[in-house]
């Protein structure tokens, strides 16, 4: 059974950065490692996702912004989120799914979830 703990989330400056962490525990490396995140009153969005092959791929709203890598031996994931603004003010979420899927968009395809970091931008 896979545990995901996050962390390095904060109170951050419009325009500033925050590194996201993931840590997983319990299994190898999985297949695929999300970040996901949630406003108040909205749905769970994608934001990110690295395969265990290295492909990242990224939503729209954050490409050129933030960056998803991993360290393998360490079996963890990070999100580095710069030029932030009051919009991306949310709860961040990690997740693993176990096997393979290029579904990697949605929500429902991950097994996993970390309790959430929490992102307040605002000055």
């Known amino acids: 059974q896979v545990q995901l703990v996050e962390s390095g989330g904060g109170l951050v400056q419009p325009g500033g950065s925050l590194r996201l962490s993931c840590a997983a525990s319990?299994?190898?490396?999985?297949?695929?490692m999300g970040w996901f995140r949630q406003a108040p009153g909205k749905e769970r969005d994608f934001l990110a996702a690295?395969?265990?092959?290295?492909?990242?791929y990224y939503a729209d709203s954050v490409r050129g912004r933030f960056t998803i890598s991993r360290d393998v031996g360490l079996n963890t994931v990070y999100l580095q989120m710069n030029s932030l603004s009051p919009e991306d003010t949310a709860v961040y979420y990690c997740?693993?799914?176990?096997?393979?899927?290029?579904?990697?968009?949605?929500?429902?395809?991950?097994?996993?979830w970390g309790q959430g970091t929490r992102v307040i931008v605002s000055s």
């Open positions: 690295v395969y265990r092959t290295g492909n990242t």
């Open positions: 997740a693993v799914r176990e096997s393979y899927s290029n579904n990697y968009r949605s929500a429902a395809a991950y097994d996993t």
């Open positions: 319990g299994r190898a490396f999985s297949n695929i």
